[in-house]
Each structure stands twice: as structure tokens, then as C-alpha cells.
């Protein structure tokens, strides 16, 4: 009975690792869809003080070494 109880509980944890797993690469691919979406292939410039992208200004600047996208208004990091 114990035996049973033991094997039944590592197919349940190999099960819930897989899922997690599963569930890590989903975020991933999901996180890489808006990153490609809003800055074409360019990294979006974060602002670190305001948690949030950065968006453009008024009349489309964007700090230095970032460009602004404009269908999203989004900074972007230029390309290396």
C-alpha cells in the first residue's frame, strides 16, 4: 500500500513539473509576442522609477538612444 501511495504521489509531482513548465515556456512566448509587437524586434525602454514603458512625448521624442514607434508610442531601444 505505501509502495502504491509513493509511486502515486512522484507521477503526481512529475506532473505538476511539467505543468509549471509548460506554464513558464506559455509566459515566455506569450511575453515575447508584446515585446516583437511593440517595438518591431527592438527592446521597449523601460522606466525603472514608474514600473511602465515609456512612451513618446508630444511631438514624438524619445530619450537618447531610443526611438519612438509610432503605432504604439512607444520608446524603443535602438538596435545594437
Do not use: Q, W
Not at 516583437?36 to 522606466?47: A, I, K, Q, S
Request: proline share 2%; hydrophobic share 35%.
Amino acid at each position: 500500500m505505501l509502495l502504491h501511495l509513493t509511486i502515486a504521489i512522484k507521477i503526481k509531482m512529475n506532473l505538476v513539473k511539467k505543468n509549471l513548465i509548460f506554464s513558464v515556456k506559455l509566459i515566455a512566448y506569450l511575453l515575447s509576442i508584446e515585446y516583437t509587437r511593440e517595438c518591431n524586434y527592438d527592446e521597449p525602454l523601460f522606466d525603472i522609477v514608474l514600473n511602465r514603458n515609456t512612451e513618446c512625448d508630444t511631438i514624438g521624442r524619445c530619450p537618447m538612444n531610443s526611438y519612438c514607434n509610432t503605432e504604439t508610442n512607444r520608446c524603443c531601444v535602438k538596435g545594437k
